[in-house]
């Protein structure tokens, strides 16, 4: 295992639910992101924290909702989302965001359904 | 515009046979490139990362290569087993003041007993 952990690994939900996904790293890092992965596309970079503060939102649609309580949680909430918001969401974290040759280490992932 | 492009799509081979995976980026100014393995269920894991003055470095039986002037890397599996089929990621870092992460889309590697 990486060290990454995600619950739920599965998760389906309608347009007017409200949902949260949760990440947590085991690591001792400071950065954790979240991806978004569609089938046949490149991950998409969504939000960067960076020591609890975001530092990156890729032009995410406000009906996600990140939320960085400490260095070792990270959460991911849910609310009106579209079917086309169904992917793999991966959560991963590494020492420090602005270091060019850190690793990210990644989690299993959320495999989401929206209906 | 940075982009990484990856081929083949997808690929079946027979176990203990060889293939070479192929990534070409268009990332200016290139900091390093990383390979990474993505089983089915999990997330990505670095196999290898590549600096601009390293050609070729191996992990067991994937040996990466880098030809900075060309823009090219590959990732060659050499005796493929079971266990290697998965996708594989290129991912390359700019050196700039974002070191902005681009995914290539992924090659998926199907080995055949």
């Known amino acids: 295992e990486t060290g990454v952990t995600q619950t739920p690994r599965h998760l389906v939900m309608g347009m007017t639910n409200k949902k949260s996904l949760k990440c947590e790293q085991h690591?001792?890092?400071?950065?954790m992101y979240w991806y978004k992965q569609s089938a046949k596309k490149p991950l998409e970079l969504m939000f960067v924290y960076n020591f609890k503060e975001q530092t990156e939102n890729n032009s995410v649609p406000s009906r996600f909702s990140p939320e960085c309580p400490n260095s070792s949680h990270l959460f991911l909430h849910l609310h009106t989302l579209q079917p086309e918001d169904s992917a793999l969401y991966l959560c991963?974290?590494?020492?420090?965001?602005?270091?060019?040759?850190?690793?990210?280490?990644f989690g299993p992932g959320t495999r989401l359904t929206v209906l | 515009k940075n982009q990484v492009e990856q081929s083949p799509q997808s690929l079946i081979i027979l176990e203990g046979k060889n293939c070479t995976l192929q990534c070409n980026y268009t990332v200016s100014p290139f900091s390093n490139l990383r390979w990474y393995k993505q089983d089915t269920g999990r997330g990505p894991v670095s196999l290898t990362i590549?600096?601009?003055?390293?050609n070729t470095k191996s992990n067991g039986r994937y040996t990466a290569t880098l030809d900075a002037d060309t823009k090219q890397s590959s990732l060659h599996i050499t005796a493929s087993q079971l266990s290697d089929s998965a996708s594989y990621i290129c991912?390359?870092?700019?050196?700039?003041?974002?070191?902005?992460?681009?995914f290539g889309g992924g090659t998926r590697l199907m080995v055949k007993p």
């Open positions: 690591l001792g890092h400071n950065a």
């Open positions: 590549m600096t601009f003055s390293e």
């Open positions: 991912v390359v870092r700019n050196n700039n003041a974002g070191n902005m992460l681009t």
């Open positions: 991963a974290s590494s020492q420090e965001s602005g270091d060019s040759y850190n690793e990210q280490f």
